[in-house]
Structures are given as C-alpha cells and as structure tokens.
DNA sequence: GCTTGACTTAGACAAAGTCCATTGTAGGAT
DNA sequence: ATCCTACAATGGACTTTGTCTAAGTCAAGC
C-alpha cells in the first residue's frame, strides 16, 4: 500500500496526515467498506478527521482509479480498494457479505449490437447475489 | 396492467385506490421511476396519497415479485415494472437514462464453482454503463 | 522560516427512505 | 345494508448517507 501513496505523491498529492490514514484503511484485499466504516477506522488512529474529509479522499481516490465504488447494496456506496484487477462481485441478500470474483466470458461481448441502441459502451458491472454459507446453515 | 391487479387480488391483496394508483403509475414499458417520481405522477390522480404508502406499496410490489428495484446510480432506488421478462440495464453515465438489454449467454455460467465460494447463486445483475447518443452528440 | 494555495474542519443542509401512533376503510360477517 | 375488525394510509419525526461552505490549518516550495 506504500505503493499507493508513492504513486499519489508522484501524481502531486499532498501528502497529509488524513489522507494517509485513509489509505491506510482500505489496504488489503477483500476490503469493502462503507464510507462510515472508513471514518470510524481512520477515527481510531486519528480521532480529529473528520467525515468531510474521507468524503473528499474517497472521492480522490476514485477519481484517480486507485479505489472503485461499488454500490451493491443501496444503503452505503462501498469502496474496493482492488482497483487493477478487473473483478465482479458476489454479495449475500441476508448479511450484506461480499466476496470479489473472476468469472470467465466477457458480459461486453454477449450484448449485441442491435442491443445497444447507440451507445458507447465502456464498462460493464456484474453483481450475482445468493445467500453465503453462512446465511444458509443459520 | 389491469393483469397485475386481478393478479393481486388473488394473492390476497386488499384493493385500495392507493393500491391502484400506484400499480397504474408503473404501467408501461422501459419505464423506470424513482419512488419520488411515482409518487409525483400518483398525487396527479390522487392528490392526498402519502410518501410513505408509496414507499410500503413500491416495496410490496418488489415482494412479490410484481417489480423489480434497480439501483443504477446511487441516487434513488427505481422500479422496474418489467418483472416477467429478465433483462438487463444499459445506463447513460451522463444524463442517466435507461435502457433494457437482453445480452446473450448466461452470466450466471461464466461462475466456476471455484469462484462461488459456497454462496447459493440466485440472482445475477448486470448493468453497462456508456454514453447514450443524445449525450455524445452534445 | 515565510507564504500561499491546497487541505481540513465542524456543522448546517439536503435527499432518500424508515418508523410509528393515529386515523381510515375494504371486505367479510351478521 | 350495516357493523366489525384487521389491515392499510397518513403525516410528521427521525435516520442514514452524503454534500456544501466559511473559516482555520498546514505541506511544500522558496
């Protein structure tokens, strides 16, 4: 994840404290947050940030393609910071879990031209959702 | 749509001029309202309606299976009348506008068993997202 | 170590939706 | 036809998620 605030000191950002923080939060994979979420982890290691200021990082981030928002449930939008591979994802309809996934076929393909009504398509989001293991034993 | 109240009806559903209203707003193809814009078009027929009966009947509508929610922005929550027949959205990342597609293949196969992770697969959304042609002339 | 413009803050505001106590009514029972 | 009652509607308060703004702060270049 150093990586990243290499790359977004290389891009010109200013380095800050908050900003740090918040990238911080969302290194590892399989992370999926809510912006909320973000705030009370970025909170714990410095209690002074405020929300408006995750708002505006997040937001950076995903201007700059290094965080994705992914809204699959329409509660929070939620912030996936494994931007650089491509990836689809798999929620829960009980508990709201989401997993990343990697189906093969390419869903841009299976739309047609006859289908797309002129538009200029660019990017497609696929969101299977069941009931996770869990869910299913309780 | 007088379909879909006799098909209430035999569900059990008590009729109420709310009720229909709100079932005679969704009538129609490609349509795709907010709940706020439903709820806009029902206060035309029946100025006393309340937000919160367009919320509960909207809602149920979904329950049963009558109505589908999309969320394609992360604005408002839309309703899809267009229940019966699976298809999948085409959004305008511009103006927001909304097309159904029916792409071809079957997402639900491009899903190894490797990549479902015990989940029990029930439903797949697909959205692509594009630039419609009124928007790429401007 | 200054300066400056970008960054942060707190809190007000807004949009979308939910909850609840109260009032109304559809439809079966009489 | 009228009455009953459980279900539905109402409206207003409340919650959640997110945006905006004016004022204060600070990173980084000089």
New interface residues.
């Given amino acids: 994840m150093s990586d990243l605030l290499e790359r977004l000191r290389g891009r010109g950002w200013r380095m800050t404290a908050q900003r740090r923080v918040v990238a911080e939060v969302l290194d590892g994979d399989h992370v999926h947050l809510t912006a909320d979420e973000v705030h009370a982890r970025a909170v714990e290691r410095l209690p002074e940030i405020s929300r408006a200021t995750v708002y505006n990082t997040l937001g950076e981030l995903v201007t700059l393609g290094e965080v994705l928002?992914v809204?699959t449930d329409?509660r929070a939008?939620r912030y996936d910071p494994n931007a650089h591979r491509p990836h689809h994802h798999?929620v829960?309809?009980q508990c709201g879990a989401i997993?990343d996934?990697?189906?093969?076929?390419n869903?841009?393909?299976?739309?047609?031209a006859t289908?797309?009504?002129?538009?200029?398509?660019?990017?497609?989001?696929?969101?299977?959702?069941?009931?996770?293991?869990n869910c299913?034993a309780a």
């Fill in positions: 928002e809204s329409r939008k798999l829960c309809a997993r996934v990697h189906p093969t076929g869903p841009l393909a299976d739309l047609p289908e797309r009504f002129g538009f200029t398509i660019s990017d497609v989001e696929v969101t299977y959702r069941g009931v996770c293991p299913a």
